[in-house]
């Protein structure tokens, strides 16, 4: 607990102080465009602050094995390609190719879903396919955090709430080590808003969204691996799920309108709900508080699957119809 305690003030403790010395610095400079949701020219890269108290407040509280270092170097992989994004805009190939190589090197490592669970069935046994779920998991996810990062405060208090409850999660399923591993991550996070909250003085950039959405992407994959009844297969899914449930329904909507995906654009349910009067703070505390309703579903998740699984989803139904009545998008 003593080890726990001091990693998770650690990373705190750097991820304040990193992003601080990023916005003194001005090393990377966000310049306000058509798509941006700032005015002023904001330093970014502050989540470089947040990587650095995340790995070492990690790996002072773990017991170092393979599958852990494949998951930091996996992590770390994704941190670089987000921070030379941040230095200079890559073009697509390069960014899912470099995130594709962080999720090859966790994998090499042993991260690989096995299992999963659903409810009326039981465990199944995924054998090869686990290896393409993985990939997709661990490139979906990175670049889901990355999309949503976009309005002040919104990653860092959505990774704070989320971390903390699979945290609580893992240790109601006798997962002590991940557990750890959960809130020194959510200690990032705070430490991180501490200069990210509205107005913000510096941004996260690429190099944290990446980080955060590869962590939680191997956080899960770490959770699955250690549980015989495949059912910790959807705690992290369940924690962010208005992260996926936003980036899939957007692209969805915007395939379906002949848009091109993969092109910059500002329609995501919560860049909406911004466009419609809700300000940044305001927005954020709406999708910290999803977070922390969809964090109560994980911890339920062992004891009934079903309405945990299916209150998270019915939620994001809700929201997705109350933010587009809403918007004038």
Same mark, same amino acid.
Request: proline share 5%.
């Given at each position: 607990?003593?080890?726990?305690?001091?990693?998770?003030?650690?990373?705190?403790?750097?991820?304040?102080?990193?992003?601080?010395?990023?916005?003194?610095?001005?090393?990377?400079?966000?310049?306000?465009?058509?798509?941006?949701?700032?005015?002023?020219?904001?330093?970014?890269?502050?989540?470089?602050?947040?990587?650095?108290?995340?790995?070492? *407040?990690?790996?002072?509280?773990?017991?170092?094995?393979?599958?852990?270092?494949?998951?930091?170097?996996?992590?770390?992989?994704?941190?670089?390609?987000?921070?030379?994004?941040?230095?200079?805009?890559?073009?697509?190939?390069?960014? #899912?190719?470099?995130?594709?190589?962080?999720?090859?090197?966790?994998? *090499?490592?042993?991260?690989? #879903?096995?299992?999963?669970?659903?409810?009326?069935?039981?465990?199944?046994?995924?054998?090869?396919?686990?290896?393409?779920?993985?990939?997709?998991?661990?490139?979906?996810?990175?670049?889901?955090?990355?999309?949503?990062?976009?309005?002040?405060?919104?990653?860092?208090?959505?990774?704070?709430?989320?971390?903390?409850?699979?945290? #609580?999660?893992?240790?109601?399923?006798?997962?002590?080590?991940?557990?750890?591993?959960?809130?020194?991550?959510?200690?990032?996070?705070?430490?991180?808003?501490?200069?990210?909250?509205?107005?913000?003085?510096?941004?996260?950039?690429?190099?944290?969204?990446?980080?955060?959405? #590869?962590?939680?992407?191997?956080?899960?994959?770490?959770?699955?691996?250690?549980?015989?009844?495949?059912?910790?297969?959807?705690?992290?899914?369940?924690?962010?799920?208005?992260?996926?449930?936003?980036?899939?329904?957007?692209?969805?909507?915007?395939?379906?309108?002949?848009?091109?995906?993969?092109?910059?654009?500002?329609?995501?349910?919560?860049?909406?709900?911004?466009?419609?009067?809700?300000?940044?703070?305001?927005?954020?505390?709406?999708?910290?508080?999803?977070?922390?309703?969809?964090?109560?579903?994980?911890?339920?998740?062992?004891?009934?699957?079903?309405?945990?699984?299916?209150?998270?989803?019915?939620?994001?139904?809700?929201?997705?119809?109350?933010?587009?009545?809403?918007?004038?998008?």
């Amino acid at each position: 607990m003593i080890d726990l305690l001091l990693g998770c003030a650690m990373a705190a403790a750097l991820g304040y102080a990193g992003a601080e010395a990023m916005a003194r610095g001005r090393f990377l400079v966000d310049l306000p465009n058509a798509r941006s949701s700032h005015v002023a020219p904001t330093p970014r890269g502050g989540g470089v602050g947040l990587v650095a108290g995340a790995v070492l *407040g990690g790996a002072w509280i773990v017991t170092p094995s393979t599958a852990l270092a494949g998951f930091a170097a996996g992590a770390l992989l994704a941190a670089l390609a987000g921070l030379l994004d941040d230095r200079r805009a890559q073009g697509p190939l390069v960014k #899912f190719g470099a995130q594709f190589l962080a999720a090859f090197v966790a994998m *090499g490592a042993g991260l690989t #879903f096995e299992r999963v669970a659903l409810p009326g069935i039981g465990a199944i046994e995924l054998g090869p396919v686990g290896t393409v779920v993985t990939l997709l998991w661990f490139v979906g996810l990175t670049n889901a955090y990355n999309f949503m990062d976009g309005l002040d405060a919104l990653a860092g208090a959505t990774g704070a709430v989320a971390a903390v409850f699979v945290g #609580f999660a893992l240790l109601l399923i006798g997962q002590p080590a991940n557990a750890g591993l959960a809130f020194v991550l959510a200690a990032a996070c705070l430490g991180f808003l501490g200069v990210n909250k509205p107005p913000a003085r510096v941004f996260m950039g690429d190099v944290g969204s990446q980080f955060l959405g #590869f962590a939680f992407a191997g956080l899960g994959v770490l959770a699955s691996k250690a549980d015989p009844t495949g059912l910790a297969f959807w705690l992290v899914p369940l924690a962010l799920m208005h992260f996926l449930f936003d980036t899939l329904f957007t692209a969805a909507r915007r395939a379906l309108a002949g848009e091109n995906v993969l092109a910059a654009h500002k329609t995501h349910l919560y860049q909406r709900l911004n466009q419609a009067g809700f300000a940044h703070g305001r927005v954020a505390a709406c999708l910290a508080a999803m977070a922390a309703l969809q964090g109560n579903a994980a911890l339920w998740l062992f004891e009934a699957p079903w309405p945990a699984l299916l209150a998270p989803f019915l939620l994001q139904l809700v929201y997705a119809r109350w933010v587009l009545a809403r918007s004038a998008v």
